[in-house]
């Protein structure tokens, strides 16, 4: 089955070391001789004319077929294209390419002929098209020809030379697609043809065993690798190829994260056990000052207290200078009275006469000062107990001040202790968070040490 695709922009020929003398042992092996290009080369005329049903009947056994018939019409989904579009240009392939085995006998089937085999083995690739349908089809290729020769050329003794002669060339033909094919499935999955060698008579194919070197390597070091063995000297042998150098590439970043990870866990460890000294340090002194809120809390309850036993007293001490007030104010009513009788009793010493009146006089004029006297200490006493009250108006006023603000500093006391013991739980959350944080950096040290870097 010859599929169509774009044609190869590199020198096949050239990429697989293949030169005239590699192919001249090729055709040596399945006896293709300069007498097979002269029998074939004299058909070029008959085939011309039978190569339209050859390909005709050829596609319409493909497309009878199953499996290949799927195929073929998944290929012309891809395409966009129906299936009968898809086929006449499949066909026109295939006429081609019976056409070019009878002309690549001018040529000795050489390396311009052999090119075009390598690039149909390149496209199978690109297509992904198992062998069984492809090296499958020669058989009936075969079949076909021998039909139209037999019956084009009944009888002639030349017909099973001839189809001798294709057959080997479908041989020959058949070694090319599946070096292609190998070769390209091999490049595609990232391994380099490079540095594989050749000489005149040998190619690249003869060589593969070193692509398998390489495959077996990569798994050598794939396996060190899941060992966790990134130090194996085995790791530093460098596979040529993109899969190659992807896989060094790998490597060498997975040992990079790793070497990160195992610093970012040390750090994370140390930085573990600050955090827990710090905590416990934090904790102690959040206890001490839950002690100290407590006992503050204790002393303003009691100054509190005395606050208000003091705040009573001045209060009765205020009741008192009002009671002493009322006493003034009844001495002061005695004293006026006693003054009222002073001067009654001058107004009748004057009337009497004799010592009697003198004597009647002196006592009046000693109650009158007694009177005077007591009327001066009562207005001194007054002023006191005004004093007196005033101030132990302003002292209660003073000590009603101080009571708010007691009250406000036991409700900040109180806010204080209760943020202490909110404190003292987060810390114990922080601890435990501390723990765990240790127990995943030891975790995390477990599971990087299963890699061996140094």
């Not at 380099?192 to 050598?220: G, M, N, R, V, W």
């Not at 416990?280 to 207290?305: C, F, P, R, V, Y």
């Not at 006493?327 to 002061?332: M, P, S, T």
Request: one cysteine or more; aromatic letters at 8%; a negative charge.
């Amino acid at each position: 089955m010859e599929l169509t695709g774009a044609p190869s922009p590199e020198n096949l020929i050239a990429k697989y070391g293949m030169t005239n003398g590699s192919l001249a042992l090729r055709k040596e092996f399945v006896r293709l001789s300069k007498d097979s290009a002269v029998l074939l080369s004299e058909k070029i005329p008959w085939i011309e004319n039978v190569a339209p049903a050859f390909a005709s009947e050829f596609y319409e056994w493909q497309c009878t077929f199953g499996r290949t018939r799927d195929f073929l019409s998944s290929i012309a989904r891809k395409k966009g294209v129906p299936l009968a579009d898809l086929r006449v240009g499949l066909e026109s392939a295939q006429q081609q390419y019976i056409k070019d085995i009878f002309y690549g006998s001018k040529e000795d089937w050489g390396e311009s002929y052999y090119e075009k085999r390598l690039i149909a083995g390149q496209i199978n690739a690109g297509f992904s098209l198992p062998f069984k349908w492809s090296l499958g089809t020669y058989p009936e290729m075969y079949r076909i020809l021998r039909e139209f020769l037999n019956r084009d050329f009944p009888g002639d003794d030349r017909n099973p030379l001839i189809l001798e002669t294709i057959n080997r060339v479908f041989y020959y033909d058949s070694i090319a697609v599946c070096d292609s094919f190998l070769l390209e499935f091999l490049q595609q999955m990232g391994l380099s043809l490079d540095h594989i060698p050749h000489e005149f008579e040998s190619d690249k194919t003869e060589f593969l065993y070193i692509l398998k070197e390489d495959l077996a390597l990569l798994q050598e070091q794939a396996q060190a690798i899941a060992g966790g063995s990134l130090n194996d000297p085995i790791l530093e042998k460098k596979v040529p190829g993109i899969l190659g150098a992807a896989f060094t590439s790998m490597t060498e970043k997975l040992t990079e994260i790793i070497t990160q990870v195992s610093h970012a866990g040390s750090s994370l460890a140390a930085a573990a056990t600050q955090l827990s000294v710090t905590t416990e340090q934090m904790g102690n002194a959040i206890a001490e000052i839950a002690i100290n809120a407590e006992n503050a809390s204790g002393i303003i309850e009691k100054t509190l207290d005395k606050t208000k036993n003091a705040k009573g007293t001045i209060g009765q001490l205020g009741d008192s200078s009002l009671n002493i007030g009322e006493v003034v104010d009844a001495i002061r009513r005695i004293t006026n009275e006693t003054k009222v009788l002073a001067l009654n009793a001058t107004i009748e010493a004057a009337r009497a006469a004799g010592d009697a009146g003198r004597g009647f006089a002196v006592v009046a004029q000693q109650v009158k000062e007694l009177s005077n006297a007591t009327a001066s200490a009562t207005t001194d006493i007054s002023k006191t107990v005004d004093s007196i009250q005033v101030d132990a108006q302003t002292t209660v006023g003073g000590i009603r001040d101080i009571k708010i603000n007691i009250e406000k500093l036991s409700d900040v006391s109180t806010l204080i202790l209760s943020s202490v013991n909110q404190q003292t739980l987060a810390t114990k959350n922080t601890v435990q968070a501390t723990s765990e944080l240790s127990k995943m950096a030891e975790e995390l040290h477990e599971i990087v040490s299963f890699f061996k870097i140094k």
